[in-house]
């Protein structure tokens, strides 16, 4: 047990959603959080052949980590890359249909109007222990307000890869920002022009992370701060692998995530959102949200998890996996993994707290009922 974060004594707690095989529930296992190790911005993905993966930053380095148990314990740190001008972070893992795993991040130079940012990549050919092939795969301006942000890569089943990102390069006189999409049909060794597939004008579209959902269409979970107050989570969707164009701000695939009696007060921060979907159809939506917090900034937010259908709309009833996170502290930068048939793994950066601040797994149990 840990201080300051899980209850005395076992306890569990539920969120359900109704999806096309019945209603889905997880029930989160408080005594499963587990400090990890020191580090921000984790995700957890689980390859092919069963392990587990954790790749997350700490400064100038990023690193991977395995774990052959479901997460019980973890392999020692493989280093992927380094580099002292930058500050590394938001890693993100993408096993390929070759079972190549593709390693992408976010560079922000230390010191401004000196270096650009980037958004870059590695490619490991042996499950992730030795990396080749990094490239910047984008580059940004030289300033925090003309920057780029936050890939996530997704591969389709023709094998194209899309990697999208927010990108406020081509807004150099405001503080606008889109989600910008480059593809790769070559297994991640060269990328398309740059597509803008959402933007709201005069706001700030970020944190994308895509799921091809069983149905086939594209949803998007990004961060919108024009659709209700504050940052709040929104799915932008296509069909037809963006034939249409850009989604805008009145374009009618971009939705609410939410379901309307779970829509959150315009001053309620819920940014950084991350979407999985279950193998029964069910959804999931994580965002760290300052509902129920002492402030309305990221600095109080904590992990809520929202269940939603078998086309990622309708997400109610959120629960958090950190009930007891002190009023000072922070659950960040969160993210979801289904290990098993039967459980799900969230992963956060805490801190503020007395100890241990850094990744934090904890895991629920996925139960489905008519």
Same mark, same amino acid.
């Given at each position: 047990?840990?201080?300051?974060?899980?209850?005395?004594?076992?306890?569990?707690?539920?969120?359900?959603?109704?999806?096309?095989?019945?209603?889905?529930?997880?029930?989160?296992?408080?005594?499963?959080?587990?400090?990890?190790?020191?580090?921000?911005?984790?995700?957890?993905?689980?390859?092919? @052949?069963? $392990? %587990?993966?954790?790749?997350? +930053?700490?400064?100038?380095? #990023?690193?991977?980590?395995? &774990?052959?148990?479901? =997460?019980?314990?973890?392999?020692?740190?493989?280093?992927?890359?380094?580099?002292?001008?930058?500050?590394?972070?938001?890693?993100?893992?993408?096993?390929?249909?070759?079972?190549?795993?593709?390693?992408?991040?976010?560079?922000?130079?230390?010191?401004?109007?000196?270096?650009?940012?980037?958004?870059?990549?590695?490619?490991?050919?042996?499950?992730?222990?030795?990396?080749?092939?990094?490239?910047?795969?984008?580059?940004?301006?030289?300033?925090?307000?003309?920057?780029?942000?936050?890939?996530?890569?997704?591969?389709?089943?023709?094998?194209?890869?899309?990697?999208?990102? @927010?990108? $406020? %390069?081509?807004?150099?006189? +405001?503080?606008?920002?889109? #989600?910008?999409?480059?593809? &790769?049909?070559?297994? =991640?060794?060269?990328?398309?022009?740059?597509?803008?597939?959402?933007?709201?004008?005069?706001?700030?579209?970020?944190?994308?992370?895509?799921?091809?959902?069983?149905?086939?269409?594209?949803?998007?979970?990004?961060?919108?701060?024009?659709?209700?107050?504050?940052?709040?989570?929104?799915?932008?969707?296509?069909?037809?692998?963006?034939?249409?164009?850009?989604?805008?701000?009145?374009?009618?695939?971009?939705?609410?995530?939410?379901?309307?009696?779970?829509?959150?007060?315009?001053?309620?921060?819920?940014?950084?959102?991350?979407?999985?979907?279950?193998?029964?159809?069910?959804?999931?939506?994580?965002?760290?949200?300052?509902?129920?917090?002492?402030?309305?900034?990221?600095?109080?937010?904590?992990?809520?998890?929202?269940?939603?259908?078998?086309?990622?709309?309708?997400?109610?009833?959120?629960?958090?996996?950190?009930?007891?996170?002190?009023?000072?502290?922070?659950?960040?930068?969160?993210?979801?993994?289904?290990?098993?048939?039967?459980?799900?793994?969230?992963?956060?950066?805490?801190?503020?707290?007395?100890?241990?601040?850094?990744?934090?797994?904890?895991?629920?149990?996925?139960?489905?009922?008519?």
């Amino acid at each position: 047990m840990k201080k300051g974060i899980v209850l005395a004594c076992f306890c569990l707690i539920a969120a359900w959603g109704y999806c096309q095989g019945g209603k889905t529930r997880i029930t989160w296992d408080y005594s499963s959080q587990k400090f990890v190790n020191t580090g921000v911005y984790a995700r957890v993905k689980k390859l092919a @052949a069963g $392990e %587990l993966c954790l790749v997350y +930053s700490q400064g100038p380095t #990023i690193w991977i980590r395995k &774990s052959t148990d479901e =997460g019980q314990s973890w392999l020692p740190a493989i280093k992927v890359s380094e580099d002292e001008r930058y500050n590394y972070t938001n890693s993100e893992l993408l096993q390929l249909q070759n079972g190549w795993l593709l390693y992408t991040w976010n560079a922000r130079p230390r010191e401004e109007n000196r270096h650009e940012y980037l958004i870059m990549g590695a490619i490991s050919k042996d499950q992730g222990e030795t990396w080749e092939a990094e490239q910047t795969i984008y580059q940004a301006g030289k300033n925090f307000h003309n920057g780029c942000w936050e890939p996530f890569a997704l591969q389709l089943p023709n094998g194209e890869i899309q990697l999208y990102f @927010a990108n $406020e %390069l081509p807004y150099p006189q +405001s503080y606008e920002q889109e #989600i910008t999409l480059l593809r &790769s049909f070559s297994n =991640g060794t060269l990328w398309s022009p740059p597509q803008t597939v959402s933007f709201r004008k005069g706001k700030r579209d970020g944190m994308p992370v895509a799921v091809r959902l069983q149905n086939g269409e594209i949803a998007l979970a990004i961060e919108d701060n024009g659709i209700a107050g504050t940052f709040k989570p929104v799915i932008v969707r296509t069909d037809d692998n963006w034939k249409g164009g850009t989604v805008r701000a009145d374009t009618p695939q971009r939705e609410h995530a939410l379901a309307r009696p779970y829509q959150l007060p315009d001053s309620v921060y819920a940014g950084a959102p991350y979407l999985i979907q279950l193998k029964n159809g069910a959804t999931l939506l994580a965002v760290q949200s300052s509902e129920s917090r002492n402030g309305t900034t990221e600095k109080y937010a904590n992990l809520r998890v929202y269940v939603g259908d078998e086309n990622a709309r309708n997400f109610s009833s959120p629960t958090t996996p950190y009930p007891t996170l002190p009023p000072q502290a922070h659950a960040l930068w969160n993210s979801l993994c289904q290990i098993n048939d039967s459980t799900v793994m969230a992963v956060s950066s805490l801190g503020g707290l007395e100890q241990e601040n850094g990744i934090w797994t904890v895991t629920g149990k996925i139960t489905t009922s008519e």
